[in-house]
């Protein structure tokens, strides 16, 4: 197998050229999400939401939207809205002059509660939010119905906006080697290695989990000093699988030794019917990644798991 064109050739690593180029320069993003609690008293504020021109801020709201009802200044801001499902997407399309503030207006649909709540938009040229969640206090605590809702379906919602932004005409897929270069992926005579691991033979996996890994490949990317596993997998449930993200990804080997897992990438939930791709992306040198490795995934507002034995790494 060639050291740089491993089979499905680095189907997991190079998902876009944006995320490629994050490898080396996450430092500066604010990950994850933050929830504000808007009620009748702090509604009339202007809330602080940190946008950067490198990716996209999500609001995403617990109730749906006025239509019409999202107000911005377009020279400067580009919005997605989807007032049904109460998210909406901004982009930065410019940075406005220092005096001139950049608000964004947003305009419920139902009727309890507050109406309305506006956003001051800071703009930095690095650091920005990529999700802030907006829970609307009807009275003195929101309904359970709201906040079982807000549970059951953020991570799908989120996922969704994820990959309508990576696949965007804003995020371009690599077109080629020198593309590979640039995203510090090869170069210095070193690449990427790739592995095609059997089920069975190379790896096991715990009886009676809901996916089952059909096909699995592993990577290391030499100059990065980094290792990747893509799983195909299907999904035997009805109900969609989202995986938690890194911080809930384990890379165990023999020994007890972890890696340190930095990406778990999925382009969409998982559904039945169909297969789908799962990428575990982890921190490693050569000494590091030799071995045989359990890898475990938990998943996002669940208990389900995915466990595999027997990973090993080119």
Known sequence: ??????????????????????????????????????????????????????????????????????????????????????????????????????????????????????????????????????????????????????????????????ERERTGPEAPRPEGFSDLVDAGLVGYGAGIVGRVLERGKDFTQRPGETLVVMEAYSYRVEVQGRVAVELHVDNTDTR???????????????QGVRLKVVRVWQPKPLVAGTRHRLVVEAEATVEQARGSFRLELGEAEGARTLTVRGVSFP
């Open 1 to 162: 197998m060639s050291p740089l064109f491993a089979a499905p050739l680095l189907l997991a690593l190079l998902t876009d050229l944006s995320a490629s180029a994050r490898l080396a320069s996450e430092e500066g993003d604010m990950p994850g999400a933050r929830r504000l609690e808007l009620t009748v008293e702090n509604a009339r504020e202007q809330h602080p939401v940190h946008v950067s021109p490198r990716h996209s801020t999500h609001l995403v709201f617990d109730t749906p939207l006025q239509p019409g009802g999202v107000e911005v200044d377009e020279r400067w801001v580009k919005k997605a809205v989807n007032e049904a499902e109460g998210m909406v997407t901004l982009r930065l399309a410019g940075v406005p002059p220092p005096d001139e503030p950049l608000t964004v207006t947003v305009r419920f649909a139902e009727a309890q509660g507050p109406e309305r709540v506006t956003f001051r938009l800071w703009v930095h040229p690095i650091r920005g939010e990529h999700e802030v969640q907006v829970v609307r206090q009807p009275g003195v605590c929101a309904s359970s119905h709201q906040e079982a809702r807000w549970q059951r379906e953020r991570a799908e919602r989120c996922e969704a906006a994820r």
């Open 240 to 254: 969609p699988w989202v995986a938690e993200g890194a911080g809930a990804a384990e890379l165990v080997n023999e």
